[in-house]
């Protein structure tokens, strides 16, 4: 009794003492970021204030260099360079370099870089977010939302687990090889690239960058020429956090351009991650195949968003509307069709009906705005020809949200978030990607309906499913052919960090998030050896050495049958057919000998 008291109180004091260290922060020291010149009117020179207005038709920018603008208000911020595919080798070069040494370096020196970039983050909140929001034209919530939480989800899931995710698993031998002992070991794969898109310029250029980084790779990201100006401020960010621990200064680049840039980028790396269109991510893969690099492609989405007979109506319709218009119409791959039960149906249409009525569009940075502009001015045509195609074939406009002040010389940048409902699937709206604040709501009668209505489409990202009972939603969402589903949530799978995220179909493959994620930048090696080297050493059996001896073949047949039969006394039988054999041919080769 004494000693399982005595027990009892050592892993009572060991609890009590793991729980002070958590309450003891660790040492982080703080980075300066110089942001003078990206703060508002901070050091903009005269001639950079002027509205910008981008020439019309397939070529807008051209030329060696990346204008860039604020959507919202289409103030002029300036431009950087389009590198050309030899800078880009140049700097994936200094990568390389720098890769190695970073290779060698411990965990705890990269978990103190993450909490160096966490710390700064959670300091300058309201910098990246007003960044952010500039660049792309999202609010300052849906920044926050978007960029800060989900970035600072992935470093706490880094600093906690991701070490362990690294470390050589162990892995059982099988039958044939018991004297041996199985792993698999993880070594950073050199130098990833990673291509970006516009929606989250903060998050997009720090999610790949922390899983490269932490497990021990170098990275060059090409974000996109539609948000270039905030990318090229994060960098700093990342540059800062380097400098801090001693690493390589070199080791992530950030670089800028168009098409051109982003294919010297593929051809010259050891792994792509790509985010973006379906159109480009092909391109990706047939320059990929060039080098057989392997490819992340985290693609196009038209999620379904299902919504059953038996839900809270006030409730589920906020989060409709919330998935539609999150960040600001830039992101609504995550619900871009909407089924709900024909018996709320009508219910469910008035609620978000009113919901939407109650949006207002408008440069987000004024603070009294529900939603942003689109970040590329001409990707308005684009929903009003989705739009335009379903009202000919009968659908119904149900609400439009309105507009605040927007200046005279703004062009084409604002698309007020829409409901339409009569929609069916022989519609545009209901099977090309949207990419905007468009709510196309239609009726179901049953699961096996709804089911068919949300496969009935070449993209495959993700779902949610919204039911009283939450078995029954679950069961829906089992046969929905998707990467990730939400079950009476919107999107909360992303900020599970240790899950992995991804499609199939035209949504792409590959994971980020997640052991897996991690894994993928990994080259993964499978490594064996004796388990009581040298007491016991791999020998060939005598009838199988060469020269073979006649019974070779039949020795294997017996050793097989010992392994693997079904039946014990089979396998007992087979055993002792090996060992005579062996026995025999130990005997023969001794009297050889003897000769």
């Known amino acids: ?55 019309r038709g397939a070529a807008q920018q051209s030329g060696k260099k990346v204008q860039c603008y604020e959507p919202a208000t289409m103030k002029y911020l300036g431009y950087v360079p389009a590198l050309t595919p030899d800078e880009v080798k140049e700097q994936i070069e200094k990568v390389r370099k720098a890769q190695k040494m970073w290779s060698k370096t411990s965990f705890k020196q990269r978990r103190q870089f993450l909490r160096i970039v966490l710390k700064y983050i959670i300091k300058h909140q309201a910098l990246i977010c007003e960044i952010s929001s500039r660049d792309t034209g999202k609010t300052m919530v849906d920044a926050s939302l978007g960029e800060i939480m989900t970035t600072c989800e992935k470093i706490n899931w880094l600093l906690s687990e991701g070490e362990q995710c690294l470390k050589p698993e162990y892995r059982s031998c099988g039958r ?12 950073p794969l050199g130098v990833i690239g990673a291509i970006v898109s516009w929606n989250y310029p903060f998050h997009n250029i720090f999610n790949p960058m922390l899983a490269a980084v932490f497990s021990g790779n170098g990275i060059v990201i090409k974000i996109s020429e539609h948000a270039s100006w905030s990318g090229c401020f994060y960098f700093r960010i990342i540059q800062s956090a380097l400098a801090a621990i001693g690493a390589p200064e070199d080791l992530v680049e950030v670089i800028t351009g168009f098409a051109e840039t982003g294919e010297a ?71 871009e069709r909407l089924y709900v039960h024909r018996n709320i149906y009508p219910a469910f249409v008035s609620k978000v009906t009113k919901i939407i009525k109650s949006v207002t569009a408008g440069p987000p940075l004024a603070g009294k705005y529900d939603m942003g502009a689109l970040c590329m001015h001409e990707h308005s045509e684009k929903l009003e020809a989705l739009l335009n195609d379903a009202l000919d074939k009968g659908a ?181 057919n090996v060992v005579k054999m062996l026995t025999e041919q130990n005997s023969t080769g001794g009297n050889k000998k003897e000769k």
């Open 265 to 335: 980028l593929v051809s010259s790396v050891d792994k792509v991650i790509f985010v973006g269109s379906p159109g480009v991510g092909k391109t990706i893969m047939k320059n990929a195949a060039e080098t057989l690099i392997p490819v992340t492609l985290e693609l196009g989405g038209k999620d379904a968003f299902i919504v059953c007979e038996d839900v809270d109506v006030d409730h589920v319709a906020q989060i409709a509307v919330r998935a539609v218009l999150q960040s600001s119409g830039q992101n609504c791959a995550g619900a």
């Open 396 to 576: 119904e406009i149900v609400a439009r949200g309105s507009f605040g002040h927007i200046g005279e010389d703004a062009v084409d940048q604002y698309f007020p978030p829409t409901v339409i409902v009569n929609v069916n699937h022989s519609m545009r709206l209901m099977q090309e990607e949207a990419f905007g604040p468009i709510m196309p709501i239609m009726k179901f009668s049953s699961d096996e309906e709804v089911i068919k209505l949300a496969n009935d489409s070449k993209y495959g990202l993700g779902c949610a499913v919204f039911s009283g009972s939450q078995s029954h939603a679950r069961e829906i969402a089992s046969h929905i052919h998707c990467g990730v589903a939400a079950i009476n949530d919107f999107a909360s799978t992303y900020m599970c960090q240790s899950l992995p995220f991804g499609g199939v179909k035209h949504s792409g493959f590959g994971r980020f998030g997640g052991v897996e994620g991690l894994r993928a930048c990994c080259l993964v090696k499978s490594v064996v050896e004796d388990r009581w080297w040298p007491l016991i050493k791999t020998k060939i059996p005598k009838p199988i050495q060469y020269p073979v001896a006649e019974n070779g073949f039949e020795f294997q047949e017996s050793l097989v049958e010992a392994l693997y039969g079904l039946s014990i006394w089979d396998r007992l039988q087979a055993l002792v």
């Open 176 to 187: 044939s090889m018991l004297h041996k002992r199985a792993r698999v070991e993880f070594h």
């Open 1 to 55: 009794m004494a000693f399982w008291w005595s027990l009892l109180v050592l892993a009572f004091a060991f609890a009590i003492c793991k729980f002070l260290l958590i309450l003891i922060p660790p040492k982080v020291p703080s980075i300066d970021v110089d942001a003078s010149d990206v703060l508002e009117y901070g050091s903009q020179s005269q001639e950079n204030r002027f509205i910008y207005v981008p020439p």
